[in-house]
């Protein structure tokens, strides 16, 4: 009977699909993942059904929808109040795979547990925003991860601390080194205790970088990227030169791509690891996303907006021998993950009925086709800063937006993204629309979805 695959899931906050150098068009040099695209299978279009942090994360880890979840919003302190945070009790790929005998383990940025009044105190402090972020997890919220060496919502990239095992919420440890840096060199540590565990392990290295502050890297990945004009490092047709945006946005690029390359390198050295302790042949290895950024694209700099440079997110998946090498048009979406990492896993079987999306894994294997014309949800909720509540969908060659205003009234965009990739030019006449509108009402449906524009999207299209 042939041994039950390690699984090793490596996601980096931020990180655009555009900036993989394998496929994308952002000017990073990124060789540890690219030779991980050629020996696995590269992904183009893995999507973030929520292109913020906490959503995502939470779809990512449960496959239920925001409103089953719990998760509507990025955790703080403010949304908390709303009881926004990972319900209690629901399952997670973690919670599966430990229940079938997995070593089960999380490093690194958590970001889906509220903060209580003494995170404050214990945790990162209260930023300028006027918000706590970080929060510690106690044992009985960790979904399915026993190994734990992890902290909330922390941007202290150069001077990061972590609560480990089981230690109180006032025993944090102090690193004095890189973020990334240090939580490879964890994540190392568990591949090289492997081999004396009989059962397999299913370990998350969650980094934060290249997250902001973007000027948080090491000297020596620093000013790589010094020597690019603006029109150089952001090449994308839909940034407007010469415009303060997309001057803002060339500076934070040069800093946002040498943190993707200084990630690259802590990856490399977590996959040399693999190798030297033999077990790369038997470890499925997945590097993604939560989401991109925006990067002067439409006039934006940040995230969860419905534009690709949001949405898209990069999704590489290699275990030599099993997975054929090469290039997939599957679609994996947030929601598709943790069915697929079952999947992947050999443990199909034990996919949860709370689990809202898809298992991906044996288009991934090459053992099936790809899926004919899948689609990616797109989700927004209000916030007091954000007050638009959005729904869209997206194929592999279109998509719809509908955003409903605090006025009451609803705005459609759709774009051919095979005729305009870079989302130019929005036309709601095209012939496809109003099958793709239906096709979006239909699945708010299916989910139980009670966005207050549907009535107004369906009289649109009627």
Not at 288 to 297: N, P
Not at 420 to 430: I, K, N, V
């Amino acid at each position: 009977m042939e041994s039950r695959p390690n699984i090793l899931v490596i996601m980096a906050d931020q990180f655009r699909a555009m900036a993989l150098g394998a496929s994308g068009t952002d000017p990073v040099l990124t060789p540890n993942l690219d030779r991980l695209a050629e020996e696995g299978v590269l992904v183009d279009h893995a999507v973030s059904n929520y292109p913020v942090c906490s959503p995502h994360r939470a779809m990512f880890l449960t496959s239920a929808l925001p409103t089953n979840n719990g998760v509507t919003h990025n955790i703080n302190s403010v949304t908390a109040e709303q009881g926004v945070g990972l319900r209690d009790g629901i399952p997670t790929w973690a919670t599966v795979l430990r229940d079938r005998g997995y070593r089960t383990g999380y490093i690194g940025k958590w970001h889906l547990e509220p903060p209580t009044d003494d995170d404050e105190t214990h945790g990162e402090g209260r930023r300028e925003d006027g918000k706590v972020w970080d929060a510690y997890s106690p044992t009985s919220r960790r979904f399915g991860f026993d190994f734990w060496h992890a902290y909330g919502a922390a941007d202290s990239h150069l001077s990061p601390h972590y609560w480990v095992g089981d230690a109180a919420r006032e025993e944090r440890l102090d690193v004095d080194a890189w973020s990334a840096e240090h939580e490879i060199d964890v994540a190392i540590d568990v591949v090289r205790e492997s081999p004396k565990h009989d059962a397999p392990f299913a370990l998350m290295v969650s980094l934060n970088p290249p997250h902001q502050p973007f000027d948080a890297v090491p000297d020596r990945y620093r000013h790589a990227y010094d020597h690019l004009s603006a029109a150089e490092l952001l090449p994308r047709d839909n940034v407007a030169h010469g415009t303060p945006v997309a001057t803002e946005a060339a500076d934070i690029a040069r800093d946002y791509f040498s943190a993707a390359t200084g990630v690259d390198d802590q990856i490399g050295r977590l996959l040399d690891a693999l190798d030297a302790q033999e077990l790369a042949e038997n470890t499925v290895v997945i590097f993604t996303s939560d989401h991109g950024m925006q990067l002067g694209s439409h006039g934006m700099l940040f995230k969860n907006v419905p534009y690709e440079e949001s949405m898209r997110i990069p999704c590489v998946v290699r275990q030599p021998g099993r997975i054929p090498p090469g290039r997939s048009t599957e679609m994996v979406t947030s929601l598709d993950f943790a069915p697929t990492i079952l999947g992947l896993a050999g443990e199909a079987d034990a996919v949860p009925a709370t689990m809202h999306g898809r298992d991906r894994s044996a288009a991934l294997r090459g053992l099936e086709d790809v899926s004919a014309d899948p689609a990616a949800s797109y989700h927004r909720f209000p916030s007091a800063t954000e007050p638009e509540s959005i729904r869209g969908i997206r194929t592999r060659d279109a998509k719809l937006i509908a955003s409903l205003r605090p006025n009451g009234t609803v705005e459609i965009r759709a774009f051919d993204l095979h005729e305009d990739p870079f989302e130019l030019a929005s036309d709601t006449r095209c012939e496809w629309v109003p099958a793709l509108a239906e096709r979006l009402l239909t699945r708010m449906v299916d989910e139980g979805d009670t966005w207050g524009g549907a009535d107004q999207l369906k009289r649109l299209f009627a």
